[in-house]
């Protein structure tokens, strides 16, 4: 059993485990149940139960990302040209800020001097 991606079960900011695609899972937190004096530990149950029903539905999963892979990777060069464009954007501002603040010629080059970007004649 095997698939693309791991599978993570929280509740609210609390991940209390993750299924990973080979099938195995990782325990981050477990909770107990008491009532009547008997406690009932989640332990390793909850993510045997989770395992074993990923498993059932693993044809129709891998159908589903078949069928969308190509949406999928639209959106991801989306996500990834929007990224690009913020950095552009920020890039740009501190630009058009960076022309509004007037140096005389002689603090300009003393800071590149000072920088290392000219060398002093």
Aim: hydrophobic residues 40%.
């Amino acid at each position: 059993m095997s698939w693309a991606s791991p599978s993570l079960l929280s509740l609210g900011s609390d991940a209390f485990f993750m299924i990973l695609p080979s099938g195995t899972y990782v325990n981050f937190k477990t909770f107990a149940y008491t009532k009547n004096g008997v406690t009932w530990n989640m332990q390793e149950a909850l993510p045997k139960a989770f395992v074993q029903q990923l498993a059932s539905f693993q044809p129709e999963l891998r159908f589903a990302e078949e069928r969308f892979a190509a949406l999928r990777a639209s959106w991801d060069i989306e996500e990834s040209v929007d990224a690009r464009h913020r950095e552009f954007t920020a890039d740009r501002k501190a630009a058009d800020h960076g022309a509004q603040v007037h140096i005389p010629e002689c603090q300009k080059l003393d800071i590149l001097r000072r920088g290392g970007t000219i060398r002093a004649e």
